[in-house]
């Protein structure tokens, strides 16, 4: 009898456990089911910097404000193509494949990899941190379009870039300037930066570098050929900023630039936009796409207000006098 029971007692226990497990591992099927149904957006970067991870988090910041939060009721990808171009490509494939309902792309280089696939599967493109859309073959026109395709241009008015060397220097007569040939960003923008120079008989001495680890060589090549050095929202010399900003230091050879968030890494000053609210600015376009608003229906966002930053103790150490006067207009650091 005692036997019988135990039999008994053993099966009962048998089948609650075959119960409850069947029970929970229901209830996580369901859980996955749900979150692979959650809608995708896919942010695909060239390269990490300071620059373009503000603009990352500023779409961020837009899309979760408004309840689009990641692994509740959207699931975001990022991949990062390291400064790699084929990578970049491969990023854009695999991503594709996963059906998002908005790809964002920034640089021009991840634009410029997104698009054919975005274009032959109907997928919305956002792209932001590019400063010539229209140079880069992303769009035709920056307001009427058939396109899915928007974004945000970071285009810098090149006089404004100038005259912020000059602020600084008024007796500019050599200026050197760090970019990739390989980016038709910075090579429409060096292009634009001579027409301009010249018409101030102001020389631009060239250094070009395909990569990252290439630029301390470029900056070394500029030493005792220019008076000042200028960086513009180029992605492979504004992320090797810190080796720029070492050898300017140690030859007292200022470095400004286009992007305001390089000077925050020792660059001596920069006339240029908030990144963070360049990516909001994107994340509000992702936003009307998630909402129904076709991507060329949405115009290309440009013309942002531009801020002067300075470096106090980034231009002591490059040896620059900063005039007073400047000191009322800019926002300052390293005080």
Do not use: W
Not at 123 to 139: E, N, S, Y
Not at 321 to 332: C, G
């Amino acid at each position: 009898m005692n036997s019988l029971k135990k039999i008994i007692s053993t099966l009962v226990i048998l089948i609650l456990s075959i119960i409850i497990y069947k029970h929970f591992s229901s209830k996580s099927s369901i859980d996955i089911s749900s979150k692979e149904k959650l809608p995708i957006i896919a942010i695909t970067q060239i390269i990490e910097h300071q620059a373009l991870d503000q603009e990352r988090e500023g779409i961020i910041d837009v899309l979760a404000k408004a309840g689009y939060i990641d692994g509740q009721t959207i699931k975001i990808i990022y991949q990062n193509a390291q400064g790699n171009i084929s990578t970049a490509a491969q990023i854009v494939t695999q991503i594709v494949s996963q059906h998002p309902k908005v790809m964002v792309a920034i640089s021009t280089p991840s634009a410029q990899a997104a698009l054919p696939s975005c274009l032959a599967q109907n997928i919305p493109l956002v792209f932001t941190a590019v400063t010539d859309p229209i140079g880069a073959k992303l769009v035709k026109d920056m307001t009427k379009r058939t396109e899915l395709v928007t974004g945000v241009s970071d285009y810098l008015p090149i006089q404004s870039q100038i005259e912020l060397v000059k602020d600084f220097i008024p007796d500019l007569k050599t200026l050197g300037v760090i970019y990739n040939a390989g980016e038709v960003n910075s090579v429409n923008m060096v292009k634009s930066l001579k027409e301009e120079a010249e018409k101030l008989n102001i020389q631009i001495v060239e250094a070009t570098a395909s990569k990252t680890g290439d630029v301390s060589t470029a900056m070394t090549s500029l030493v005792g050929k220019v008076q000042a050095v200028y960086i513009p929202n180029d992605n492979t010399a504004v992320a090797a900023m810190n080796s720029i900003v070492q050898i300017g230091e140690k030859h007292k050879l200022p470095v400004f630039a286009g992007d305001t968030g390089s000077v925050s890494a020792g660059a001596v000053a920069a006339r240029g936009y908030d990144r963070f609210e360049l990516g909001r600015k994107a994340g509000e376009l992702v936003l009307k796409i998630l909402k129904g608003t076709p991507a060329g229906n949405l115009p290309i966002e440009s013309g942002q207000t531009m801020r002067l930053t300075l470096n106090i103790k980034a231009a002591k150490r490059m040896g620059v006098v900063v005039d007073p006067s400047i000191l009322k207009t800019a926002t300052v650091t390293g005080e």
